[in-house]
Antibody, heavy 122, light 107 residues
Framework: QVQLVQSGAEVKKPGASVRVSCKSSGYTFTDYYMHWVRQAPGQGLEWMGWMNPNSGGTNYAQNFRGRVTMTRDTSITTAYMELRRLTSDDTAVYYC???????????????WGQGALVTVSS | DIQMTQSPSSLFASVGDRVAITCRASQSLDSHLNWYQQKPGRAPKLLIYAASSLQSGVPSRFSGSGSGADFTLTISSLQPEDFATYYCQQSYSTPLSFGGGTKVEIK
């Protein structure tokens, strides 16, 4: 079965960077786009962007361009999301989410990681 | 960018009730609309994709309808495990976007 296992909670100071990992198993890692979605405490879901694990290509939401980098290591089937220049507004749970791979229905988040809480505090 | 508006933002219901949640997009999505359920402290779970297709393993009391810009998620008979927050998500174009959520609470 598909499993996405994320790294643990992090506490960072304003201005720092954070890297969250997402270890995939149960499917061919390079066959499905990986997305990142975040959720601030008590708030809704915000899409951050996607990465094509086959080519390494990316597409970032405008709100995060210049501050986010999504990468992968295919040898260990792991995706990464790095966010730089953190502020308190970046305090959130960060999820990786695998696309269903359908070309008919657009992006459907079929499987999710368990989430990684990133707290930004001085 | 496509804006997604859900209503209501919260509702109170009893076990056995029929519940309907609506989602309106700022432009037509054809049928590129998905629904998720999220319980506290957990990741969202896919319920419905392509507006009306039931994800494998999801109980048949959940159904989706609509096309264009107006969509509805219906729970035919609310069960105790259905008390959660529900989100719609458009998959028509990037940036992908979600509705603000509907919290279903016990009356």
């Amino acid at each position: 079965q598909v499993q996405l296992v994320q790294s643990g909670a992090e506490v960072k100071k304003p201005g720092a960077s954070v890297r969250v990992s997402c270890k995939s198993s149960g499917y061919t890692f390079t066959d499905y786009y990986m997305h990142w979605v975040r959720q601030a405490p008590g708030q809704g879901l915000e899409w951050m962007g996607w990465m094509n694990p086959n080519s390494g290509g990316t597409n970032y939401a405008q709100n995060f361009r210049g501050r986010v980098t999504m990468t992968r290591d295919t040898s260990i089937t792991t995706a990464y999301m790095e966010l730089r220049r953190l502020t308190s507004d970046d305090t959130a749970v960060y999820y990786c989410a695998r696309d269903s791979g359908s070309t008919l229905y657009g992006t459907v988040f079929e499987s999710w990681g368990q989430g990684a809480l990133v707290t930004v505090s001085s | 960018d496509i804006q997604m508006t859900q209503s209501p933002s919260s509702l109170f219901a009893s076990v056995g009730d029929r519940v309907a949640i609506t989602c309106r997009a700022s432009q037509s999505l054809d049928s590129h609309l998905n629904w998720y359920q999220q319980k506290p402290g957990r990741a969202p779970k896919l319920l419905i994709y392509a507006a009306s297709s039931l994800q494998s393993g999801v109980p048949s009391r959940f159904s989706g309808s609509g096309s264009g810009a107006d969509f509805t998620l219906t729970i035919s008979s609310l069960q105790p495990e259905d008390f959660a927050t529900y989100y719609c998500q458009q998959s028509y174009s990037t940036p992908l976007s979600f509705g603000g959520g509907t919290k279903v609470e016990i009356k």
